[in-house]
């Protein structure tokens, strides 16, 4: 359910209500999937992008780079990623499931998949210095739409000092876009736990920011644990909240937008903007995008098998003011100030301040 309202100076209607990925393109080896402004508009508002990758068995997304720095986060599997910093050398890391990668502008990366089991991975970004606002444009080092292919031969050959005929079969061996499955008999690059050190930080056993019984979990990604971030532009966390649980309605103090993918599970969630107008009352579920407005407050239910998600904040070191719980704003007032803001007696007050005393963002389910 949609509600209208005015966003801003603007005047007009918004749409907020989460979306799915659109597939791009891939084969056998995996697909490549995007959300898109002409359908999330916030994307293009918030100056965000939004990806996914899934690869099969084998599957391999060949080296490129993008317009736009980003995180990465592995919704589920494991497999092994190729990431190659500017002038530094290249990094082979196993990964796994709750990974979190901070990928700045102008590295080079590569995606492999060696298990049985599907990889799939989240990239979320800005894209303000990008080529299309509201997606990332991602560059091939080699395919058919490969950077070698748009050099001539004598281009290439002068530049990496090779005789034609090896020019010309490197450019036209690999006709795939983007995605190849490769043979069992052809082996990669083994990967180096040690590698992943500075680099990645697993969210599902890193300490927990907040935990609430019977209520949620988080962890938040900043450039505390993961100082590379700073780099990125980019702070994100991961909710995981219990059955029938509320997360405490909250904005983005800082000014931030709050992009979201649902991982698993489902819930209602509600938005509400200026004037005090409800903007967004929805259904969320498994695969869900979308976009919380700077300073609009936002609050989800999760439905009796919980609610998973993953998000990123457009600031480095995100602050986040919850307005109900033990460290709610209301909690910090005066109890004068409660009674002339709501208008209520003293009696009224202090049942409502004396309520959620111990309970921080994440609420149990009603006994």
């Known amino acids: 359910m949609i509600i209208g309202s005015c966003y801003g100076e603007l005047e007009k209607k918004i749409d907020l209500s989460p979306k799915f990925a659109k597939k791009v393109f891939g084969g ?3 697909y490549y999937y995007s959300w898109f402004p002409n359908e999330l508009a916030m994307l293009e508002k918030a100056n965000v992008g939004a990806a996914k990758l899934r690869l099969e068995k084998y599957g391999f997304l060949l ?14 599997g494991k497999g092994v990623a ?5 002038a ?3 990094k082979v890391l196993p990964i796994k499931t709750g990974d ?4 700045p502008f102008g590295v080079v990366t590569w995606w492999y998949n060696k298990d049985d089991s599907e990889l799939e991975i989240l990239f979320l970004g800005e894209t303000s210095k990008g080529h299309k ?5 991602n560059f091939f080092l080699t395919g058919s739409n490969g950077i070698f292919t748009g050099f001539s031969t004598e281009f290439v050959g002068r530049a990496w000092d090779l005789d034609q005929s090896v020019v010309r079969m490197m450019v036209h061996n690999q006709t795939s876009k983007g995605i190849v499955k490769l043979g069992s008999s052809i082996k990669m690059t083994e990967p180096r736990e040690e590698h992943r050190e500075g680099l990645v930080l697993n969210c599902l056993e890193a300490p927990l920011n907040v935990d609430v019984k019977n209520g949620g979990r988080s962890v938040v990604l900043n450039t505390t644990n993961l100082p590379l971030v700073s780099e990125v532009g980019l702070g994100a966390d991961l909710v995981r909240l219990d059955g029938g649980a509320m997360v405490s309605p909250g904005f983005s103090c800082d000014s931030a937008y709050q992009v979201t993918h649902i991982i698993r599970g489902s819930g209602r969630a509600q938005i509400v903007g200026i004037d005090g107008k409800r903007v967004l009352e929805t259904r969320v579920e498994a695969g869900n995008l979308f976009i919380v407005p700077r300073f609009f407050v936002v609050s989800k239910i999760a439905d009796p098998e919980g609610l998973e998600w993953f998000s990123i904040m457009s600031t480095p070191a995100p602050i986040f003011t919850n307005l109900a719980g033990s460290n709610g704003a209301w909690k910090a007032l005066s109890p004068r100030v409660i009674q002339a803001s709501f208008n209520v007696g003293d009696d009224t007050e202090k049942q409502f301040r004396s309520k959620r005393a111990s309970e921080a963002v994440f609420f149990p389910p009603p006994k």
């Open 28 to 30: 056998d080896g995996g």
């Open 63 to 76: 080296p490129h780079y993008s317009d736009s720095p980003k995180v990465a986060y592995v919704l589920r």
């Open 82 to 86: 190729g990431i190659v910093l500017p």
């Open 88 to 90: 530094k050398e290249e």
């Open 100 to 103: 979190a990668i901070a990928l």
């Open 133 to 137: 606002v509201g997606t990332f444009t």
